[in-house]
């Protein structure tokens, strides 16, 4: 009996070991290859903000009491947690995919102290990567955090994400954009086609669609701004 306890153990040991090599691997790689075009620091601060934005949605499943997987990260995807359970209701799904934003953001605006106390223009650099990632998340598409806050709002806000998603390509092409655009594919189709709506799982009351919906609008002003400011600072330090 001692023996097999002792072997239980060793395997559930090995098992969170697993899950800690995972995430601090995959960190690992993703600091190396942004290293190698932005340098180590940046680089650092860069995978930090992501981790952070992933923990957000961590604890927040973790608390709706869903079993999840640790995060992981790939360089130039970023980074995701498994759910290895789904969320039984869009409001469930919206608690979690809000949390992560306001985790990055939280973390970003850290950063953005850090980089007027020390007057380095590298971190406040990371700091605007930081809010402009939380604010591209926040797109109204489904696999995109926006997406998931606002279908317990109302799934035909993901048709709002579209042209959003659309002028982003025109402007900056992406691989990435296109992946995110084919995944949204079944989501849209099942909102021009009335599908979305139907059953339990987007019943929710007004006042709890109001209460996301504020939430929702104003962490995407806060972000907005900040990425704006930051982005015309970080425009005068580069051409001075």
């Given at each position: 009996m001692k023996a097999l306890a002792a072997l239980l153990f060793g395997l559930f040991k090995a098992a969170k070991l697993s899950k800690v090599a995972l995430t601090g691997g995959t960190m690992l790689i993703s600091v190396f290859v942004y290293a190698t075009i932005w340098g180590w620091k940046y680089a650092v601060g860069f995978v930090l903000l992501l981790l952070a934005h992933e923990l957000g949605h961590y604890h927040a499943a973790h608390?709706?009491?869903?079993?999840?997987?640790?995060?992981?990260f790939i360089p130039f995807v970023g980074a995701w947690i498994a759910l290895k359970e789904m969320p039984h209701d869009a409001e469930t799904e919206a608690y979690i995919g809000l949390a992560g934003p306001f985790a990055g953001t939280v973390a970003s605006a850290i950063v953005l102290l850090l980089a007027r106390y020390t007057g380095e223009a590298w971190i406040l650099a990371v700091a605007y990567?930081?809010?402009?990632?939380?604010?591209?998340?926040?797109?109204?598409?489904?696999?995109?955090?926006?997406?998931?806050?606002?279908?317990?709002?109302?799934?035909?806000?993901?048709?709002?994400?579209?042209?959003?998603?659309?002028?982003?390509?025109?402007?900056?092409?992406?691989?990435?954009?296109?992946?995110?655009?084919?995944?949204?594919v079944?989501?849209?189709?099942?909102?021009?086609?009335?599908?979305?709506?139907?059953?339990?799982?987007y019943a929710t009351r007004a006042a709890t669609r109001m209460a996301y919906a504020a939430k929702y609008l104003g962490l995407v002003l806060v972000l907005a701004l900040l990425t704006f400011d930051l982005h015309e600072e970080l425009g005068r330090l580069g051409g001075g």
């Open positions: 608390q709706r009491g869903l079993n999840v997987g640790a995060p992981t990567a930081g809010f402009f990632l939380n604010l591209f998340n926040l797109i109204p598409l489904s696999p995109l955090d926006g997406g998931r806050i606002t279908g317990v709002i109302s799934p035909k806000v993901w048709l709002v994400g579209v042209p959003v998603l659309v002028a982003l390509f025109f402007y900056r092409p992406s691989p990435m954009l296109v992946m995110i655009a084919i995944l949204a079944p989501q849209v189709w099942a909102t021009l086609t009335g599908k979305a709506q139907e059953g339990a799982y």
